[in-house]
């Protein structure tokens, strides 16, 4: 059983930085898809980040790119998201997600992640 779980959220000041990590468990990771997706208050689910665990193909939403860095440790089983010059926008709750080997839907939604993390807080005061 697949499990995901998300800790590094918490609350920072406009123009500053967080490091979101995301421990996967329950089986060994080759090919795979990891998301990183945001949901704040009264808005739909959105698309952050994502990256191939065999390395490289990492996308991001244009709200980001520049400012967000998704990586991964395949020693450890993590993901991680660094969140620089955050804004008051980026305020949401940040969830992971995995996309198993052989997945053909669209990685930037959703309904491609077969896996979801709990999900963590994250609130940037201005």
């Known amino acids: 059983q697949v499990q995901l779980v998300e800790s590094g959220g918490g609350l920072v000041q406009a123009g500053g930085s967080l490091r979101l990590s995301c421990a996967a468990s329950g089986r060994t990771f080759s090919d795979d898809r990891m998301g990183w997706f945001r949901q704040a208050p009264g808005k739909e689910r959105e698309f952050v980040a994502s990256?191939?665990?065999?390395?490289?193909?990492?996308y991001y939403s244009d709200s980001v790119n520049g400012r967000f860095t998704i990586s991964r440790d395949n020693t450890k089983n993590t993901v991680y998201l660094q969140m620089n010059s955050l804004k008051p926008e980026d305020t949401a709750v940040y969830y992971c997600?995995?996309?198993?080997?052989?997945?053909?839907?669209?990685?930037?939604?959703?309904?491609?992640?077969?896996?979801w993390g709990q999900g963590t807080q994250v609130t940037v005061s201005s």
């Open positions: 997600a995995l996309r198993e080997t052989g997945g053909l839907r669209d990685f930037r939604e959703g309904t491609a992640y077969d896996y």
């Open positions: 990256i191939r665990w065999s390395g490289g193909n990492t």
